[in-house]
C-alpha cells in the first residue's frame, strides 16, 4: 500500500522525474570527469616520453658535450635582443666554438658561446637577436672541438612567445 501512495505521490508532484533528471545530471558530470582524467594522463605520459626522447641517457664518451637544457626568459618582446642559458654537461672542458639556434624551421643561426661555466652541470649564455610577435618552437645544438675535430651535439628545444612592446 506505502508502494502505491508513493508512486502516486511521485506522479502528481514530479519528484520522480526531479531525482531521476539530478541522477542522470550527477551521471553524466561523473562520465565527463574519468574523460577528462584519461584525458589528461595521457598528456602527461605523452609530456614525460617526449621530454626523456631529447637527452640521451646513457654515460658520457671521452670528450663528449651534451647539451642537456635551455632556459628561456619569461617575457621576450620585439625590438630586444634576449640571453639564452644552455646547460650541458662535458667529460673534460672541451673548446665550444658556437651554438646554433633555429626558430619553427627558420635557420639555422650561429652565436658565440660566452660566459662558459664548466661544472656538473655547466652552462654557457648566448645573445639572441630580436624576433617577430608569435610562439615558435626553438631547437639549439653547440659545436665543439673534440680530438682536434669540431663535433655536434645533440639537439634540445623549447617553445618561446615573443610579445609586442605593448601592454
Not at 49 to 60: H, I, K, N, Q
Not at 103 to 115: E, I, L
Not at 135 to 150: F, I, K, W
Amino acid at each position: 500500500m506505502d508502494q502505491v501512495i508513493h508512486k502516486f505521490t511521485d506522479e502528481v508532484d514530479g519528484s520522480g522525474d526531479e531525482e531521476k533528471k539530478e541522477r542522470d545530471i550527477i551521471g553524466r558530470r561523473f562520465v565527463i570527469m574519468k574523460s577528462l582524467i584519461a584525458v589528461l594522463m595521457g598528456v602527461v605520459i605523452m609530456l614525460l616520453v617526449f621530454s626523456c626522447a631529447t637527452v640521451p641517457t646513457e654515460p658520457l664518451t671521452s670528450g663528449e658535450l651534451r647539451l642537456l637544457s635551455m632556459q628561456v626568459p619569461s617575457r621576450i618582446t620585439v625590438g630586444f635582443p634576449y640571453d639564452l642559458i644552455i646547460i650541458f654537461r662535458a667529460d673534460g672542458k672541451p673548446e665550444i666554438s658556437k651554438a646554433c639556434c633555429s626558430w619553427s624551421g627558420g635557420g639555422p643561426y650561429c652565436f658565440k658561446a660566452r660566459n662558459l661555466k664548466y661544472g656538473s652541470p655547466g652552462n654557457f649564455i648566448i645573445e639572441l637577436p630580436p624576433a617577430d610577435p608569435g610562439t615558435y618552437t626553438m631547437e639549439c645544438y653547440a659545436e665543439y672541438l673534440r680530438d682536434g675535430e669540431t663535433q655536434r651535439t645533440n639537439v634540445i628545444s623549447s617553445q618561446i612567445d615573443v610579445f609586442s612592446g605593448a601592454r
